[in-house]
């Protein structure tokens, strides 16, 4: 091969290379903005942990708060009918719901003048309880096509004696009123998703033993 033609294979070598670069840089989708918004639930108490005057109030130990699986998914769910829930994938709990409505029970809990202190599990060694509560989540959704929207809360209460989980103070299933939802406005929905929660925790007061210690 002469070197005019190692010369002309070269550049022509050169060229289709760019176009190849060119070709695959426009393949390479543009950066899309994410719109994903993140919410929690608010509390209207006094905050978990805190220890209020009262001396002599019940210790409640906050022992589990499940979740159906369905709603353990990151995204706020709505229901539509019976049977059809959508997932709303750019609206989503900044954390675990099971932790959040945890933090509002514990703040509901505290609401309560019988109460002194409200532990959530992982219980400390060095702190006694008089009972504690196991919450099974049947709701914590909105609810659209049937109406007005709204958010429903609901759940299975046992309260166990703290020292013995076998003895059974009270076991109910407490349904607090729906709370008028606002179709697609998510933060709408989280406030009363939020006022859900914090009414099945009036419930549970009302639930728990008449006396402390």
Known sequence: MTMQAR???????????????????SMIPAPQPDFTRYFVLTERGLGEGVVKERADGL???LKSVALPAYLDKGSIVV??????????DHARWAEPLAAGISRVLAA???TSPAVERVLV????????????????IVRCEGVTGEGRPRAR???PVEINAA??????????????????GAGTDHAALVRSLSEAVAALGSEIIGALPANGR
Do not use: M, T, W
């Open 7 to 25: 010369r002309h294979f070269f550049h022509s070598f050169c060229f289709l290379f760019g176009l190849l670069l060119l070709a695959g840089c």
């Open 59 to 61: 210790r409640v130990g």
């Open 79 to 88: 229901r539509r009918g019976e049977n059809e829930v959508d997932y709303h």
């Open 108 to 110: 509901q809990l505290l």
């Open 121 to 136: 599990h992982p219980f400390p060694f060095d702190r006694e309880r008089d009972c504690d509560i196991a919450v099974s």
């Open 153 to 155: 809360g609901g759940a």
């Open 163 to 180: 020292d013995d989980a076998a003895k059974v103070r009270a076991r109910r299933v407490c349904v607090g009123p729906d709370q008028p």
